[in-house]
């Protein structure tokens, strides 16, 4: 008997742990995913920043998961009579691998607005490879701005803007201005140069699915950092130039960074799929209704909360460990492998990482900020991490002790990193 799981994020790294461990080696698991890691994106931002290598936060999938066969491509479609995933691998080939079982946990990519210039002007930020262009580009604009003579060049390559406080945005404009304080201080030539941060989002206040008083804790974090939070406000438009806000306001700017949100991978629209809100409908079981053998789990699934009737989980790493764990639970128990179970699970809070001794965090509910949050944060993310904790660990050593390394490596160009992931390659100013 063989299990395909696609996708190696979240959802689909613990469906296959859990799996094996349930089923033995009585039944093939294959892992099915674009790249041979488990990306942990939380920590994203330190990478961003300078702080994190970035093999901290990818996992080794053969490494880490035993037994469980790894299938390098990405999916394209799925052959529901024949029983086939088909794919396509790194080298544009066209492939089929047949299932007994299917665990779709293919994810979630950048979410879009029609908003003129920003497919083509704004950075994303769900993978590596952005988060390392990010890195090089913001330390290109700060050497660029050292090496300017007219001073609104070198004003707006100074200048960067992060549309999102979610939270991945806030997390990016958290960590920024330490970083290019870094980068501007190897310069003399831009002592005195005022370094601007701005966070646009529409909502009313900073990080919105947390509770006010760890919102109101992230926005005076920020505030004190010089970052220009601006709630209710976002981006009519944007040209190589800059950017306009929809305050009417022009801001120079050659940075551009995108963390609006997640949509479902495209896959799930090409499935011819029952879907909801763009996601999966599956029943409490994480089975997909009318479909033998095929479960759905993660941000590609629309998951009925029980613990809010009517609603469906939200789309957050959280869910979506705790979601692949209970379908490979039940892709075992169909097999003949134990007890299937419902899924459930009350939400257990969330904590962010504000960089520089700062972090907004609210375990088991408890709202915590400053020095005991930034324990409570690293802590977790370290227990939640697969693999590479100790090497994380040094690296957070390191940065204390030695500060961020402030090079650029150019391994990413910008054509390899299009904010729109259904489109074409596009270019990049």
């Known amino acids: 008997m063989r299990v395909v799981i696609v996708g190696g994020g979240f959802a689909g790294y613990h469906a296959a742990k859990s799996l094996r461990k349930t089923a033995g080696e009585d039944v093939e698991v294959v892992v099915l995913n674009p790249t041979d890691y488990f990306l942990y994106l939380p920590l994203l931002p330190e990478v961003a920043a300078g702080i994190l290598d970035p093999r901290r936060v990818t996992v080794s999938l053969p490494e880490t998961l035993p037994g469980v066969r790894l299938v390098l491509g990405k999916a394209t479609g799925v052959d529901f009579d024949a029983r086939e995933v088909c794919y396509s691998d790194p080298e544009d080939r066209d492939h089929r691998i047949r299932y007994d079982r299917v665990v779709l946990a293919a994810g979630s990519v950048n979410k879009l607005l029609p908003i003129p210039g920003v497919p083509e002007c704004a950075h994303g ?166 479909r033998d053998g095929v479960f759905a789990c993660g941000d590609a699934a629309a998951v009925p909360d029980l613990t809010r009737p009517g609603e469906y989980t939200a ?37 962010v990482d504000l960089g520089a001794g700062a972090a907004a965090a609210n375990p088991l509910h408890i709202p915590l900020s400053g020095l005991p949050a930034k324990a409570v944060t690293r802590a977790y993310h370290l227990m939640a991490m697969p693999g590479n904790r100790v090497r994380t660990a040094v690296d957070w050593a390191l940065e204390r002790l030695t500060g961020r390394q402030t090079v650029q490596l150019g391994l990413v160009r910008s054509g390899s990193v299009p904010l729109d992931t259904d489109s074409p390659e596009l270019p990049r100013h």
């Open 125 to 290: 930020f769900r993978g590596v490879p952005e988060a390392l262009y990010l890195r090089d580009h913001i330390t290109r604009q700060i050497e660029l701005a050292a090496a300017a003579d007219d001073p609104a060049e070198r004003d707006a390559r100074c200048t960067f803007v992060v549309v999102g406080a979610g939270y991945t945005g806030t997390e990016v404009a958290a960590q920024g201005p330490a970083f290019t304080e870094a980068l501007a201080r190897r310069h003399p030539e831009l002592a005195g140069q005022k370094i601007r941060w701005l966070l646009l989002d529409v909502a009313e206040r900073v990080l919105p699915e947390l509770g006010k008083r760890l919102g109101r804790t992230a926005d005076e974090v920020l505030r004190a950092r010089g970052v220009e939070v601006l709630m209710k406000t976002s981006i009519d438009h944007a040209d190589a130039k800059g950017v306009t806000l929809t305050t009417g306001d022009p801001v120079p700017t050659h940075t551009l960074v995108w963390c609006v949100g997640v949509r479902p991978d495209p896959l799930v629209a090409d499935l011819g799929l029952e879907t909801a809100k763009g996601r999966l409908v599956v029943t409490e079981q994480l089975a997909v209704p009318g």
């Open 315 to 351: 789309m957050t790493a959280q869910h979506a460990e705790r979601q692949g764990k209970l379908a490979g639970r039940n892709v075992a128990a169909s097999l003949g492998y134990g007890s299937p179970g419902t899924y459930r699970h009350h939400d257990l809070g969330f904590v």
